[in-house]
């Protein structure tokens, strides 16, 4: 446990020091851009509805959860695709989808991903504990998914603040993709520095805290 920490503090030091070297756009200087605080709130609504709805679809599908053919069509398309269709079916008597639209694109292509991804990591139910009942099923998922939680947070947001730069470029929301973008294109040392130490807290925080037996 202590080597894998060492490890894992060894990789984010080194992308400390990837940011605070990152050569950037030299030919096109930019001053380090406000951090749009306005986009705190659609991105935490986002992360909660998956950090809620995710897991609760993996507890009651279970394994098998992660073999739906139904969802996996629906994870299938890019980002790209579900933006596309939202400006499609958006009424023009609106006005532009604004945050809100962002939100309901950005969940659109994650949730069913992020559903199967914790489905495959449920361990397998046949024969036990099925045998012991529903309960006791259900019981087993919540432990395993309450366990991973934490880990499956940290490993998977960086991956969402990738995902989300499509659809704000799609939608013209400005977000915390494109201020990541921005900071590297300005070569924001102390910004994207920032967001690297954010990012490895997250890490840090998802390590269990109880230590675990080696057999």
């Not at 705190?40 to 394994?63: E, F, M, R, S």
């Not at 998914?145 to 969402?160: G, K, T, V």
Request: charged fraction near 15%; charge should be positive; avoid cysteine.
């Amino acid at each position: 446990m202590i080597r894998s920490g060492l490890q894992g503090a060894g990789v984010w030091l080194a992308a400390l020091v990837l940011a605070w070297g990152l050569p950037g756009a030299l030919w096109r200087p930019l001053p380090p851009p406000p951090f749009p605080l306005h986009a705190l709130l659609p991105a935490g609504l986002a992360l909660g509805a998956l950090a809620l709805t995710a897991p609760l679809l993996a507890w009651l599908g279970g394994p098998r959860l992660a073999r739906r053919r139904s969802l996996a069509l629906l994870e299938a398309p890019p980002d790209l695709l579900w933006a596309g269709l939202l400006l499609a079916l958006w009424p023009a008597a609106w006005g532009p989808p604004g945050p809100g639209g962002w939100l309901a694109a950005f969940l659109a292509a994650a949730l069913p991903g992020e559903a199967r991804w914790l489905a495959s990591a449920l361990p397998g139910e046949a024969p036990f504990p099925a045998a012991w009942g529903s309960r006791v099923v259900r019981t087993a998922r919540r432990l395993v998914l309450a366990r991973l939680a934490a880990r499956w947070l940290a490993a998977r947001l960086p991956l969402w603040l990738t995902a989300s730069l499509v659809i704000e470029r799609l939608l013209g929301v400005p977000g915390l993709g494109l201020d990541w973008m921005a900071r590297v294109a300005g070569r924001d040392r102390a910004g994207l520095a920032a967001w690297v130490a954010a990012l490895a807290l997250l890490w840090l925080l998802s390590r269990p805290l109880d230590t675990e037996v080696a057999r």
